[in-house]
C-alpha cells in the first residue's frame, strides 16, 4: 500500500490538464499547485521526513509496477501537451492564460518529462533509453542524455562540470553557462565515442544528428498540424522545461567540489558531493530525484531503492522552494552560503 505514493507523482499534469482546460487564473492551476501548494504540503507534512526507510528487497526492485508507473507518463505527457499547444494554437485567450497555459506545460515537461527521461536514462536496457530520448524531444534536450551519462556523472563536483554551479553563482548565469557548455560538451563526448569506434562524422552512430533531425521534424510536424503560433509556444515550453531542469541542477551541487588528489585526480564521488532533499512531497512527485546524494553515489539504483542520507549537506527546502529562491540570487546566497562546507567554500 505505501508503494501507491508514487501515484502522487500524476498529480503535476492533472494540474496541467486542469490549467489548459479553464480560463482566467486557473490557467496557472500547474505553477499555483507546484509552487505554493506544494511548499505549503511540506510544511505541514515536515514530520513524514525523518521515518527511515530500508533498502527496497530484490523482489520489490524487480516489480513491473514501478516501471509501468514511469512508462505511463509517456500517454499522459504527450496527450497533455498536444492537446495543450492545440489550445494555445486556436483557442481565443487572453494574454495571461497564455502565459498561464505556456507555463503549465513547461512544469510538466520538468516534471514527467525530463525528470522521467533522467531516471530511464540510467537503466540497461535499449528500450528504456529509447523512452528517455522520447521523453526528452519536445523539451528539445535530447543531447541531455548523452552529457549527463557520460559527462556529469563523471565531472560532477569539479570545475569540468558545467552543471555544477559555483559559489556566489547566480542561477541566471548558471543558465547561460550550463546549457552552453553541456550541449558543446554533448558533441565532445559524440565525438570521441565516434572516434573510439573508429566511425566518421556521418555515421549512424552519431546520435547527436539524430537528435538534431528529430527535434527538427517534431517542430515541423507542430508547423504541419497546427500552424506557426502553435511552434513559437512549443519552443517556449520546451526552453521553460530545461531552463527549469537546470535550475533544478543549480540546488543539487551548488557551492560543492570534490578535491583533488596528489595525482591529480578528484576524489571519488560521495554523498556529500550532492545536496539532499527529504521532504515527502517533493521526493515522492519526482520520483526520489530529490535524494541527489544516494543517486550520485550509486546512479544505478532504481528510484524506488533510493535512500535519505542525512551526512549530506541537506537543503532547507524541498525543491519547489528551493527554486523559487534560487530566482533571488541575494536570498539565496543569504540562506544558503553559511550551508556550504567550508572546505568546498574555500575551494571554489
Same mark, same amino acid.
Given at each position: @500500500?505505501?508503494?501507491? &505514493?508514487?501515484? *502522487?507523482?500524476?498529480?503535476?499534469?492533472?494540474?496541467?490538464?486542469?490549467?489548459?482546460?479553464?480560463?482566467?487564473?486557473?490557467?496557472?492551476?500547474?505553477?499555483?499547485?507546484?509552487?505554493?501548494?506544494?511548499?505549503?504540503?511540506?510544511?505541514?507534512?515536515?514530520? @513524514?521526513?525523518?521515518?527511515?526507510?530500508?533498502?527496497?528487497?530484490?523482489? %520489490?526492485?524487480?516489480?513491473?509496477?514501478?516501471?509501468?508507473?514511469?512508462?505511463? +507518463?509517456?500517454?499522459?505527457?504527450? *496527450?497533455?501537451?498536444?492537446?495543450?499547444?492545440?489550445?494555445?494554437?486556436? /483557442?481565443?485567450?487572453?494574454?495571461?492564460?497564455?502565459?498561464?497555459?505556456?507555463?503549465?506545460?513547461?512544469?510538466?515537461?520538468?516534471?514527467?518529462?525530463?525528470?522521467? /527521461?533522467?531516471?530511464?536514462?540510467? %537503466?540497461?536496457?535499449? *528500450?528504456?533509453?529509447?523512452?528517455? &530520448?522520447?521523453?526528452?524531444?519536445?523539451?528539445?534536450? @535530447?543531447?541531455?542524455?548523452?552529457?549527463?551519462? *557520460?559527462?556529469?556523472?563523471?565531472?560532477?563536483?569539479?570545475?569540468?562540470?558545467?552543471?555544477? /554551479?559555483?559559489?556566489?553563482?547566480?542561477?541566471?548565469?548558471? #543558465?547561460?553557462?550550463?546549457?552552453?557548455?553541456?550541449?558543446?560538451?554533448? #558533441?565532445?563526448?559524440?565525438?570521441?565515442?565516434?572516434?573510439?569506434?573508429?566511425?566518421?562524422?556521418?555515421?549512424?552512430? +552519431?546520435?547527436?544528428?539524430?537528435?538534431?533531425?528529430?527535434? /527538427?521534424?517534431?517542430?515541423?510536424?507542430?508547423?504541419?498540424?497546427?500552424?506557426?503560433?502553435?511552434?513559437?509556444?512549443?519552443?517556449?515550453?520546451?526552453?521553460?522545461?530545461?531552463?527549469?531542469?537546470?535550475?533544478?541542477?543549480?540546488? $543539487?551541487?551548488?557551492?560543492?567540489?570534490?578535491?583533488?588528489?596528489?595525482?591529480?585526480?578528484? $576524489?571519488?564521488?560521495?554523498?556529500?558531493?550532492? #545536496?539532499?532533499?527529504?521532504?515527502?512531497?517533493? %521526493?515522492?512527485?519526482?520520483?526520489?530525484?530529490?535524494?541527489?546524494?544516494?543517486?550520485?553515489?550509486?546512479?544505478?539504483?532504481?528510484?524506488?531503492?533510493?535512500?535519505?542520507?542525512?551526512?549530506?549537506?541537506?537543503?532547507?527546502?524541498?525543491?519547489?522552494?528551493?527554486?523559487?529562491?534560487?530566482?533571488?540570487?541575494?536570498? #539565496?546566497?543569504?540562506? @544558503? +552560503?553559511?550551508?556550504?562546507?567550508?572546505?568546498?567554500?574555500?575551494?571554489?
Amino acid at each position: @500500500m505505501n508503494d501507491l &505514493k508514487y501515484l *502522487f507523482a500524476y498529480t503535476v499534469p492533472l494540474a496541467a490538464l486542469v490549467s489548459i482546460l479553464s480560463t482566467g487564473i486557473l490557467t496557472f492551476t500547474a505553477p499555483l499547485y507546484t509552487f505554493l501548494l506544494i511548499p505549503i504540503l511540506e510544511l505541514l507534512l515536515r514530520k @513524514m521526513e525523518s521515518r527511515q526507510e530500508l533498502r527496497s528487497s530484490d523482489s %520489490r526492485l524487480k516489480n513491473l509496477f514501478f516501471d509501468l508507473l514511469l512508462y505511463l +507518463n509517456i500517454p499522459f505527457v504527450f *496527450f497533455i501537451l498536444g492537446y495543450g499547444l492545440f489550445v494555445l494554437a486556436t /483557442a481565443n485567450l487572453l494574454t495571461y492564460e497564455y502565459v498561464g497555459i505556456t507555463l503549465s506545460l513547461g512544469i510538466l515537461l520538468a516534471t514527467n518529462a525530463i525528470n522521467v /527521461a533522467h531516471e530511464l536514462g540510467h %537503466r540497461e536496457s535499449l *528500450f528504456e533509453r529509447s523512452l528517455s &530520448k522520447l521523453l526528452l524531444l519536445p523539451c528539445l534536450y @535530447m543531447h541531455f542524455y548523452l552529457e549527463h551519462n *557520460f559527462g556529469h556523472h563523471k565531472n560532477v563536483a569539479t570545475p569540468l562540470d558545467p552543471a555544477t /554551479a559555483k559559489f556566489n553563482q547566480p542561477v541566471y548565469h548558471f #543558465w547561460l553557462t550550463s546549457v552552453s557548455q553541456q550541449y558543446i560538451n554533448a #558533441w565532445k563526448i559524440q565525438l570521441a565515442l565516434l572516434k573510439q569506434h573508429n566511425k566518421g562524422f556521418l555515421s549512424a552512430k +552519431n546520435d547527436m544528428l539524430f537528435y538534431l533531425l528529430f527535434q /527538427a521534424l517534431y517542430l515541423f510536424t507542430i508547423v504541419v498540424l497546427l500552424g506557426w503560433n502553435a511552434l513559437f509556444f512549443a519552443v517556449c515550453i520546451g526552453i521553460m522545461s530545461f531552463l527549469f531542469l537546470e535550475t533544478i541542477n543549480y540546488l $543539487e551541487h551548488y557551492g560543492l567540489l570534490r578535491q583533488k588528489l596528489p595525482s591529480g585526480r578528484y $576524489e571519488r564521488v560521495q554523498t556529500y558531493h550532492s #545536496w539532499n532533499s527529504n521532504h515527502f512531497i517533493g %521526493r515522492i512527485v519526482l520520483y526520489e530525484l530529490t535524494r541527489h546524494s544516494d543517486h550520485h553515489f550509486k546512479s544505478s539504483r532504481k528510484y524506488q531503492d533510493l535512500t535519505h542520507k542525512p551526512d549530506s549537506p541537506q537543503l532547507p527546502f524541498g525543491y519547489p522552494t528551493s527554486i523559487l529562491l534560487a530566482l533571488v540570487p541575494p536570498l #539565496w546566497f543569504y540562506i @544558503m +552560503n553559511s550551508r556550504v562546507p567550508k572546505v568546498q567554500e574555500y575551494n571554489s
